[in-house]
């Protein structure tokens, strides 16, 4: 089933009519896609190599949870074969499928997947295959990225939804019970949809995505190139507690906004009217020696960038004031799961980090 024009539909063709909701992260999955890093503009002279060494290291912990679907050019997937095979990596866990793309973030340009169940109990999974225009055309050519989710659809036939809306999955976060969590920065910047009302974005979000209500922060971090992706602000552990994170200096770069979100949060309710458990990290070092590619003085540095797979979540570590005390409050709030800390430096100077290129994948045939 493929739709062009979300407005074209009825209510009982959409896929919220038809009984489909994004799951929360926490859902199990069938694998993870990852792009290799190959582009250039990005990573410039030696910082290729530094963050492939981060890929390597969060490929040598993921594939022993879930399969990975490694994505890339075929010069990019042989370099990654020569160094897969430098580590003790399961090649049977780790899929390199050579498709175009344009840049590592799996996040903003994969599939958004949605699941529905059926009356016997089976679960059936489609593709959301949103627009996607590199964070509001900063980034070209971007083309290759875009044509992503309908190219996972197609190669693994999945229903596939064309909401014909500009909407990259970094910018929002679901508790798989009705909430949805997201930005004014990012979802109302004209440089995404500038022809749709709030109003309008919301519904597309309810119709496609099946959630009930719309939690709205405000802005993001500096040096976020993104607008102000969610995934740096707050991320929902549970469907009742949310994490944000914060900075007690209110000299900070990021005090203000940072603040105005917790407020927000605090004062916010799931479907039924509870207010959420809020718990607080505080934000690692942002400002790095010297520019960033664009010219940026601070990263999106922030532990809020975390994935949850199979049986482990990926946490990103930065500083050392602050990386243990991350890793203990994901301990407590998972207790059933590795907690794997990763050192992102490297990979965050490109302006994201794990929750960023990683895109959770459902329903995938046996690999």
Request: with cysteine.
């Amino acid at each position: 089933m493929a739709v062009s024009n979300r407005k074209q539909l009825s209510h009982e063709q959409t896929p919220a009519g038809l009984g489909y909701r994004m799951p929360a992260e926490w859902h199990p999955h069938a694998a993870t896609q990852l792009h290799w890093p190959g582009n250039r503009e990005t990573w410039p002279g030696e910082r290729l190599e530094r963050v492939e060494e981060v890929y390597l290291n969060l490929i040598g912990v993921l594939h022993r949870f879930e399969p990975v679907l490694l994505l890339g050019s075929a010069q990019d997937l042989s370099r990654a074969e020569e160094k897969l095979k430098e580590r003790e990596v399961d090649r049977s866990r780790v899929h390199l499928l050579e498709v175009p793309v344009n840049d590592v973030w799996a996040r903003d340009c994969g599939p958004i997947m949605i699941r529905r169940e059926t009356e016997s109990g089976e679960e059936k999974y489609a593709v959301t295959d949103w627009e996607y225009n590199a964070w509001g055309g900063k980034y070209p050519p971007y083309d290759d990225d875009n044509r992503l989710p309908g190219w996972l659809a197609e190669r693994f036939d999945f229903p596939c939804f064309r909401p014909g809306m500009v909407l990259e999955g970094g910018s929002i976060d679901v508790n798989g019970d009705g909430i949805l969590m997201t930005t004014e920065s990012v979802l109302l910047n004209p440089n995404r949809n500038p022809d749709l009302a709030r109003e309008e974005i919301e519904q597309a979000l309810q119709e496609y995505l099946g959630v009930e209500s719309i939690l709205w922060l405000r802005d993001g971090l500096a040096g976020d190139d993104t607008d102000g992706h969610i995934d740096d602000l707050a991320r929902f552990l549970n469907p009742n507690t949310i994490l944000a994170s914060t900075t007690e200096d209110s000299s900070s770069v990021n005090y203000r906004a940072l603040q105005e979100n917790l407020e927000i949060l605090r004062r916010s309710a799931d479907v039924s009217g509870e207010p959420f458990e809020i718990v607080t990290l505080p934000l690692p070092e942002t400002r790095i020696a010297g520019t960033t590619a664009d010219g940026s003085e601070h990263v999106p540095a922030s532990y809020a960038n975390f994935y949850i797979a199979n049986g482990v979540v990926l946490v990103p570590l930065y500083d050392k004031r602050f990386d243990e005390e991350a890793l203990e409050l994901f301990r407590n709030y998972f207790p059933g799961r590795e907690i794997a800390g990763i050192p992102c430096a490297d990979l965050v100077w490109g302006q994201g980090s794990i929750h960023c290129i990683t895109r959770q994948l459902y329903g995938l045939p046996e690999l």
